[in-house]
């Protein structure tokens, strides 16, 4: 008896260059229309995935995606107005506080995502878990989602990210904390979006939460595994997933790939302190903090490529090795600084130069074919 497919999509963190992996599956979505995309309706990914989960900036994408169901135009045309929105333009002032460690406030973020879920849902407080017996006006009821938080202060070692779900723990998963706490959509936008460098934990009760990319989960496809073996036991299910990356593996040694450690040398520790010090060439007394950034990224970054192999390795071990792809630009991406979202135009390009690439074309070419029998259903 032939198992049932099950189709996951999995969402690193990475900063405004999430952007890039709205655009990957933007081109995703319209190619499985057979006929002139701009004719027909495009499929949103709520559509075609069974699963949704992200980190970060992937778990903001997640809840737009899935939660509150919006096709990617939409979901572009509001992740292009966070950054302005949250940051403003005043670049100085932006590393000013990186530089001096100080986070931004977090009021106008939280403004923006309480318009946002009003928008969609009718209700600022509407919850994360959909509730079926008060539904809200979003409707399509087709794809479950998570996105990860860990407890703040909590250093990698040792941790386990919360999943914050949109649908009932499964039977052997762990309930998000605090225990009984009924989390709404903007306090899990808010809090898999805290990152330490940038905002303030969230505090919910006595505990607080905060984003998961630096603990070990920038990169959630073996938590997504994890959730789906969890609720379709493999005997009877097989998995595709398309993992999305933002790029921070240019930020690696060349040879990562072939030889992935868990601590690469100081190259890339050295690459990304020099692109610091080069931008601002007049600052001498922020070297400490540059190093304590650099250290971060290439961190997170280590992390998310560990994972990728790791899921690999899974699906090699299934015999399903045609049902992992990973879209993960190389070029460029990584380099593009913290006030990432003021490089909008550089990552459209680096993105759209990728698609076109032999390996973009090929690649997403393969994903569309297995994702076709979802969207033909």
């Known amino acids: 008896m032939p198992k049932v497919r099950k189709y996951i999509l999995s969402l690193d963190g990475g900063g405004f260059r999430g952007l890039s992996c709205l655009i990957i599956l933007s081109q995703l979505m319209r190619g499985l229309v057979e006929g002139d995309p701009d004719e027909e ?3 949103s990914p709520c559509q075609i995935f069974d699963l949704i989960c992200g980190t ?6 997640a809840i737009l995606l899935g939660r509150l169901g919006l096709d990617c135009s939409t979901a572009i045309s509001i992740y292009k107005k966070l950054g302005p929105s949250v940051f403003g333009r005043d670049e100085g002032k932006i590393w000013g506080n990186i530089i001096k460690g100080e986070r931004f406030s977090s009021t106008a973020f939280e403004t923006l995502l309480t318009e946002i879920v009003k928008n969609y849902t009718g209700d600022e407080n509407a919850l994360m878990k959909v509730q079926k017996s008060k539904p809200d006006a979003v409707e399509h009821g087709s794809t479950d989602t998570f996105v990860t938080v860990v407890p703040a202060g909590v250093g990698s070692a040792g941790t386990e990210a919360y999943r ?3 649908y009932a723990v499964p039977r052997d998963g762990f309930e998000s904390a605090p225990p009984g706490h009924s989390w709404t959509i903007r306090q899990a936008a808010r809090a898999t979006s805290a990152a330490p460098m940038y ?5 919910i009760e006595s505990q607080a939460f905060q984003d998961a990319a630096a603990s070990g989960f920038n990169n959630p496809t073996l ?6 073996e969890l609720r379709w036991p493999t005997r009877q299910h097989e998995f595709v997933i398309i ?3 933002t790029g921070l593996c240019s930020l690696l040694p060349d040879d990562f790939d072939d030889q992935p450690v868990a601590n690469p040398d100081d190259k890339a520790f050295d690459k990304v302190v020099n692109n610091l010090r080069n931008k601002f060439k007049n600052i001498t007394t922020a070297k400490a903090r540059f190093e304590q950034v650099a250290k971060q990224l290439v961190s997170v970054a280590t992390d998310t490529e560990l994972t990728h192999g790791e899921a690999a ?8 090795s045609e049902n992992y792809f990973r879209f993960n630009p190389p070029q460029g991406l990584g380099d593009i600084d913290l006030a990432d979202y003021m490089n909008e135009g550089t990552i459209i390009e680096i993105t759209n130069v990728w698609l076109r690439s032999d390996d ?3 690649s997403t070419s393969d994903a569309r074919a297995k994702l076709q029998a979802a969207y033909n259903v």
Request: no cysteine; proline share 8%.
């Open 313 to 320: 390795k899974r699906f090699k071990k299934w015999k399903r």
């Open 56 to 61: 970060s900036t992937g778990g903001l994408i």
């Open 360 to 362: 973009g074309k090929f």
């Open 223 to 228: 938590e997504a595994l994890q959730e789906a």
């Open 243 to 245: 993992s999305l990356g």
């Open 199 to 203: 905002f303030a934990p969230l505090q």
């Open 164 to 166: 914050l779900r949109t």
């Open 41 to 43: 309706p495009i499929p």
